[in-house]
């Protein structure tokens, strides 16, 4: 928590890019959510707490500006260097990037916590991991800590991107109505509370989707774990996944999935905003790839040391309203940034 990445989380776009409203979820919040949920979760499986809070607060540090189409445009500028993937890039800030201490680079973090930050890597990415990337390797999985931190990241985003999806009018109670998951709860707390409308009601019946998500995942991880037998972590490693909803429950949190997809991530409104931050991220690419000398001091040595890495670690590591700053001063004002106020 005390990094200068996680602090950075607070103007990184989760789905609305940070101008749309103080009131919208950022990547900080999200981690924060995330987190509190694991936590959860973790107690009532007699997990270890303080794991599953540091992995779920690292998760997203590799995230750039802008969201998955930050992430996109990056990957696209990156890849004769090797591409960018966030997930890669949240070990690498808490393996390099941070600058914390005398002794070494990054962040002091243990294994554990390494390893339940790199959730997926290519069997390529993993040879050069070292013992984080081994698993991959010989299809083994994380701790349970790490599977929990997973599922429970899904159901954060899941459902505040439900209630930040309703309070920007992109979605609509309507809509709503067709998601199983939705509407059932929905449903029970009108007959509970007949007339219920607005916030208090959009609140009620996203507590008790979180609620229903968490019961069966804790149930469902339970069972899993007896019915594996289970004694150690090694037998862990060894077994399938753990952690997991039961098959009706992942149905209706999958069914959630595409409803957002559909109609939030893609909305034109979203999109369209998206299109303009993938532009500045291109630009700003270009721009320093062609011209380093306009790098702060310290970028530009490091790309003397480690090559064009440097630039892909520089914007990623910019908040979305850095990087509109950048491109103006840059650019000027006069191009498609202009359309994203900061
Ligand atoms: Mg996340």
Same mark, same amino acid.
């Given at each position: 928590?005390?990094? #200068?990445?996680?602090?950075?989380?607070?103007?990184?776009?989760?789905?609305?890019?940070?101008?749309?409203?103080?009131?919208?979820?950022?990547?900080?919040?999200?981690?924060?959510?995330?987190?509190?949920?694991?936590?959860?979760?973790?107690?009532?499986?007699?997990?270890?707490?303080?794991?599953?809070?540091?992995?779920?607060?690292?998760?997203?540090?590799?995230?750039?500006?802008?969201?998955?189409?930050?992430?996109?445009?990056?990957?696209?500028?990156?890849?004769?260097?090797?591409?960018?993937?966030?997930?890669?890039?949240?070990?690498?800030?808490?393996?390099?990037?941070?600058?914390?201490?005398?002794?070494?680079?990054?962040?002091?973090?243990?294994?554990?916590?390494?390893?339940?930050?790199?959730?997926?890597?290519?069997?390529?990415?993993?040879?050069?991991?070292?013992?984080?990337?081994?698993?991959?390797?010989?299809?083994?999985?994380?701790?349970?800590e790490a599977q929990v931190a997973n599922l429970a990241?899904?159901?954060? &985003?899941?459902?505040?991107?439900?209630?930040?999806?309703?309070?920007?009018?992109?979605?609509?109670?309507?809509?709503?109505?067709?998601?199983?998951?939705?509407?059932?709860?929905?449903?029970?707390?009108?007959?509970? &509370?007949?007339?219920?409308?607005?916030?208090?009601?959009?609140?009620?019946?996203?507590?008790?989707?979180?609620?229903?998500?968490? #019961?069966?995942?804790?149930?469902?991880?339970?069972?899993?774990?007896?019915?594996?037998?289970?004694?150690?972590?090694?037998?862990?490693?060894?077994?399938?996944p753990l952690a997991g909803f039961s098959p009706a429950?992942?149905?209706?949190?999958?069914q959630l999935k595409r409803f957002l997809y559909t109609?939030?991530?893609?909305?034109?409104?979203?999109?369209?905003?998206?299109?303009?931050?993938?532009?500045?991220?291109?630009?700003?690419?270009?721009? &320093?790839?062609?011209?380093?000398?306009?790098?702060?001091?310290?970028?530009?040595?490091?790309?003397?040391?480690?090559?064009?890495?440097?630039?892909?670690? &520089?914007?990623?590591?910019?908040?979305?309203?850095?990087?509109?700053?950048?491109?103006?001063?840059?650019?000027?004002?006069?191009?498609?940034?202009?359309?994203?106020?900061?």
């Amino acid at each position: 928590m005390h990094c #200068t990445a996680f602090r950075r989380l607070e103007y990184k776009t989760q789905v609305f890019v940070n101008h749309e409203g103080d009131l919208f979820r950022t990547r900080l919040t999200h981690s924060i959510e995330v987190a509190q949920i694991a936590r959860s979760i973790a107690r009532n499986l007699q997990l270890s707490e303080d794991l599953i809070e540091a992995i779920a607060l690292a998760h997203d540090l590799g995230h750039t500006p802008f969201g998955h189409a930050g992430q996109d445009a990056l990957n696209e500028c990156a890849r004769p260097w090797g591409g960018f993937e966030h997930n890669l890039q949240s070990l690498r800030v808490v393996d390099e990037l941070e600058q914390r201490y005398a002794a070494f680079d990054g962040l002091n973090l243990s294994f554990e916590t390494r390893e339940g930050i790199l959730k997926h890597c290519s069997p390529a990415q993993a040879r050069q991991l070292g013992e984080v990337g081994e698993r991959f390797l010989n299809q083994r999985r994380p701790s349970l800590e790490a599977q929990v931190a997973n599922l429970a990241d899904e159901i954060a &985003y899941n459902n505040h991107d439900v209630d930040d999806g309703l309070r920007s009018g992109l979605i609509e109670l309507a809509q709503l109505q067709s998601i199983e998951l939705f509407e059932r709860h929905c449903h029970d707390v009108l007959q509970r &509370y007949p007339g219920l409308a607005g916030r208090r009601l959009v609140h009620e019946t996203i507590r008790r989707m979180i609620d229903e998500l968490v #019961t069966d995942l804790v149930d469902e991880t339970r069972r899993r774990v007896a019915e594996a037998g289970v004694r150690s972590i090694d037998e862990v490693r060894a077994a399938p996944p753990l952690a997991g909803f039961s098959p009706a429950v992942a149905e209706r949190s999958a069914q959630l999935k595409r409803f957002l997809y559909t109609n939030l991530y893609r909305h034109p409104r979203v999109t369209e905003v998206m299109e303009h931050a993938r532009n500045i991220v291109r630009d700003l690419f270009g721009r &320093y790839l062609a011209e380093p000398a306009l790098l702060p001091d310290e970028h530009r040595q490091r790309i003397d040391a480690i090559g064009e890495r440097a630039i892909v670690d &520089y914007i990623a590591g910019m908040t979305d309203r850095f990087a509109l700053r950048e491109h103006r001063r840059l650019f000027g004002a006069s191009d498609g940034s202009a359309r994203i106020p900061a």
